[in-house]
């Protein structure tokens, strides 16, 4: 299996700014690499899917790139809300049938 | 999109005792899995559950203390057998997003379970 690391630590972020989450991993490029959102106390949110052919996905105020040189997705919330406050996690698909592998999350914190 | 929910939604247990957790989908889909999230950790896929068949455990996870039920196209229950205090952690269930294609997952609320 891969190993994928997330930073551990909170990104503590003013309201208004950039966030950027990293996801590294250790093994073979999957096909497609995911970021999900989870809230206290509530399963993960799908947010974006991006394919091993793509290099970056768009989706409102979200942006994920994918670099498989680097072994390595970033992941942008730009114009950061308090509201976008949670934990970020991404996934990798590891066989044909979809099963994901999570990271264990990088917790956001924006402050208005 | 799925609408996925789990019950019950939280449980505190005693040693030695087992746990069925429920989940129900509002609409048809073939794969269903099981998640465990311990505290600060990443979720840990438990086992693939399809519909007709024996569900498919990973690497630490047995079917005696794990059994899994897959009776129909929406609904799936995990059971926590002869529980530990180390078995406390969310439980969650997620389908695939299109039948036979699981790209993204939609998931449940989770069961909190703590036991003592």
């Known amino acids: 299996s891969q190993k994928i690391e997330q930073n551990s630590e909170a990104l503590n972020i003013q309201e208004g700014k950039t966030a950027t989450l990293t996801c590294n991993y250790t093994n073979y490029s999957p096909a497609y690499l995911q970021w999900y959102r989870q809230d206290p106390g509530r399963g993960p949110v799908f947010l974006l899917l991006?394919?091993?052919?793509?290099k970056e996905k768009r989706k409102e105020r979200l942006k994920v790139t994918f670099d498989t040189t680097l072994k390595q997705s970033l992941f942008h919330i730009t114009a950061s809300q308090p509201a976008d406050s949670a934990t970020y996690l991404c996934?990798?698909?590891?066989?044909?049938?979809?099963?994901?592998?999570f990271g264990a999350g990088t917790q956001v914190v924006v402050t208005p | 999109s799925a609408v996925i929910s789990q019950k019950p939604s939280r449980d505190i247990c005693q040693r030695g005792t087992s746990l069925t957790i429920q989940c129900q989908v509002d609409s048809q889909v073939t794969m269903m899995f099981w998640y465990r999230q311990q505290p600060g950790q990443s979720l840990t896929l438990i086992a693939t559950a399809n519909q007709g068949s024996e569900a498919t455990y990973e690497s630490g996870f047995v079917i005696d203390k794990f059994p899994i039920s897959r009776p129909n196209l929406t609904f799936s229950t995990l059971t926590v057998s002869n529980m530990s205090p180390e078995d406390s952690s969310i439980y969650l269930c997620?389908?695939?997003?299109?039948?036979?294609?699981?790209?993204?997952?939609?998931f449940g609320p989770g069961t909190r379970l703590l036991v003592l």
């Open positions: 991006i394919r091993e052919n793509e």
């Open positions: 997620s389908v695939e997003s299109d039948r036979g294609r699981s790209e993204t997952q939609y």
């Open positions: 996934a990798l698909v590891t066989d044909s049938w979809g099963k994901l592998q």
